[in-house]
């Protein structure tokens, strides 16, 4: 069973902080499948959280994966950005 299916078995316990340890953490492996997979766990909405927006600019400033933060970024959706 990999990552993804488990969290998709506890989908509803899934919030916003477990995205921003996957950022923080680089769990590139994971985000990946997170947001591709045929049942995503993230949703291009969960971008567009001011919360989520806010932590990855303090990560990016700090200088830390932001490769990883920009690979991600790729599944936003700028125009709603608040």
């Known amino acids: ?11 509803d316990k899934i919030n916003n902080n477990l995205l921003i340890y996957s ?35 303090v990560m990016m400033h700090r200088g830390a994966n932001i490769e990883l933060i920009l690979n991600v970024l790729l599944y936003a959706d700028f125009a709603k950005w608040p």
């Open 23 to 57: 950022l923080d953490n680089a769990n590139e492996e994971f985000l990946k499948n997170a947001f591709k997979d045929p049942n995503p766990i993230f949703t291009p909405d969960t971008l567009n959280k001011r919360k989520i927006i806010r932590e990855m600019i």
């Open 1 to 11: 069973m990999t990552a993804v299916q488990v969290g998709n078995k506890y989908i």
